[in-house]
């Protein structure tokens, strides 16, 4: 069984900031890609920022410029730093990750953790 669980969610004051991560445990051999995604009340969940085992990553443009996501690979935990945080980032963030359960790519899985609220009050 593989448990993602996130923490550094709360409240904030637009313009200010917050520091979300997100630890992978359980029996699995890594995790891939990982990511954040978000969903507003009445909204569609979305694609927040993705890291690679590499360290590649990507951000939606509504967030770029202002989060960092980043990873510790040798612990299995991922990172995003918010910054100049505006009200319409207001939503549940999710932890997001690709494991292998074993060594080959069929082993694939995704995982989500069970969400951190940030709220940016104006």
């Known amino acids: 069984q593989v448990h993602l669980v996130e923490s550094g969610g709360g409240l904030v004051q637009a313009g200010g900031s917050l520091r979300l991560s997100c630890a992978a445990s359980g029996t699995f051999f890594f995790t891939t890609t990982m990511g954040w995604y978000r969903q507003a009340p009445g909204k569609q969940r979305e694609l927040v920022t993705t890291?690679?085992?590499?360290?590649?990553?990507a951000y939606a443009d509504s967030v770029k410029g202002r989060f960092t996501i980043s990873r510790d690979g040798a612990k299995n935990r991922m990172y995003m730093q918010m910054n100049s945080l505006k009200p319409e980032d207001t939503a549940v963030y999710y932890c997001?990750?690709?494991?292998?359960?074993?060594?080959?790519?069929?082993?694939?899985?995704?995982?989500w953790g069970q969400g951190t609220q940030v709220t940016v009050s104006s």
């Open positions: 997001n990750a690709d494991v292998r359960l074993g060594l080959d790519a069929s082993s694939s899985r995704v995982y």
């Open positions: 890291i690679t085992r590499d360290g590649t990553t």
